[in-house]
């Protein structure tokens, strides 16, 4: 039974991201990008797996690390232009 409800919120998570990735830029907001939308289900997703360390510890970890990629990839491009 807590297998369904796993799977349920990933899903839900990935639709989120989804909806994240897919949405269209209004003025004056900054759009979230693909890179930390990546690392937001990701994290969320490790949580929501809390009671599987190992798998939920992974999902964190590998969260952080796309998060981290992507502020040097935006730091990279504020210093060097696009």
Same mark, same amino acid.
């Given at each position: 039974m807590i297998t369904?409800?796993?799977?349920?919120? /990933?899903?839900?998570?990935?639709?989120? #991201?989804?909806i994240? &990735?897919?949405?269209?830029?209004?003025?004056?907001?900054?759009?979230?990008?693909?890179?930390?939308?990546?690392s937001l289900i990701s /994290?969320?997703?490790g949580i929501a797996? #809390?009671?599987?360390? &190992?798998?939920?510890?992974?999902l964190i970890f590998i969260g952080v690390v796309i998060a981290i990629t992507d502020i040097m990839i935006k730091e990279h491009f504020n210093r060097h232009g696009k």
């Open positions: 369904l409800y796993i799977a349920i919120i /990933i899903a839900i998570l990935c639709v989120i #991201g989804l994240f &990735l897919t949405s269209k830029n209004k003025k004056g907001q900054r759009r979230l990008s693909q890179l930390a939308a990546m /994290i969320l997703a797996m #809390g009671e599987s360390n &190992l798998i939920g510890y992974s």
